[in-house]
């Protein structure tokens, strides 16, 4: 049977009860993260319908944003950028019993009703090669400490090296992204070889600068396991905001968007 989704209030709880003292570290098998020096194949990333890409890069357009506090460093006191430490997996916790719900094709129609913004989730391998993936199903969690989350399928490669890494850099697409988003959910076996990169401030995993209108550089404080994806939830320790010419990706029902022009008389009318 699977597992439902848990509400946001479930995961507030689980991420204060990690930051608390919950986290359960241990030694990783290798050394740190290593320069990428090649690329290679997510094969296990969601598949989108494929396109030719041509991604084009203009001048980035972020402002950047540094830590207002030490960096690592929560309202708990815990250390979240321990050298030689990693997160490791726990198990979701269900109140009872999970039925069996709906069959998948009606859990995506439904789910598809909710238009998201976009975003490119990246980190390192251990072997130091650049992973990503395509990610819609992520949101924030505490302003203090600041927390966001993320779900990423259990058998991804990029899961893995975000696991190893000990951390992440969400990459919030710009409008007409739409290619870029679609590269990072194929099965492409060369996705940072078609994109422009750099390293980010604090934790040095890939930011895709020319691309994005912002982003969210994070480490990793708690991974939870749950159904067939895993909630990853990260401190963010740097990153940049969006200028207020920048415009985002939106995706909705299969469909990518950009967000409505502010003269619509809709967009004026105060609910």
């Not at 991420?15 to 094969?43: C, F, H, K, N, Y």
């Not at 259990?154 to 409008?175: C, D, H, K, P, Y």
């Not at 995993?205 to 939870?224: G, M, Y």
Request: charged residues 15%; contains cysteine; hydrophobic residues 35%.
């Amino acid at each position: 049977m699977t597992e439902p989704t848990p509400s946001i209030g479930r995961v507030r709880a689980l991420a204060r009860a990690a930051l608390r003292g919950g986290r359960d570290t241990r030694q990783p098998e290798g050394a740190g993260t290593a320069p990428p020096s090649a690329t290679a194949a997510d094969p296990t990333a969601p598949v989108e319908p494929s396109v030719p890409v041509e991604p084009s890069v203009p001048v980035g357009s972020s402002a950047a944003v540094g830590p207002s506090a030490p960096s690592g460093s929560c309202s708990s006191g815990r250390t979240t950028d321990e050298p030689g430490s990693t997160v490791a997996p726990t198990r979701l916790g269900l109140v009872g019993p999970c039925e069996p719900g709906v069959d998948p094709v009606t859990f995506r129609r439904i789910m598809s009703a909710f238009p998201t913004g976009v975003a490119v989730v990246t980190s390192f391998d251990t072997s130091g090669i650049p992973r990503g993936l395509t990610c819609s199903a992520l949101c924030s969690v505490s302003i203090d400490p600041p927390l966001l989350l993320l779900c990423v399928n259990s058998t991804s490669g990029a899961l893995q090296a975000i696991r190893a890494s000990n951390g992440f850099v969400v990459n919030f697409l710009r409008e007409g992204r739409d290619s870029i988003s679609q590269l990072f959910a194929s099965p492409s076996p060369d996705k940072f070889s078609r994109v422009r990169w750099r390293r980010s401030a604090i934790t040095g995993l890939p930011w895709l600068e020319a691309d994005t209108i912002a982003h969210a550089d994070c480490r990793l404080v708690s991974d939870i396991e749950a159904g067939d994806h895993s909630i990853l939830i990260g401190v963010l320790v740097s990153g940049s905001a969006p200028r207020s010419t920048a415009q985002p990706l939106l995706y909705w029902q299969r469909r990518y968007a950009s967000w409505p022009d502010s003269r619509e008389p809709w967009m004026n009318t105060v609910m």
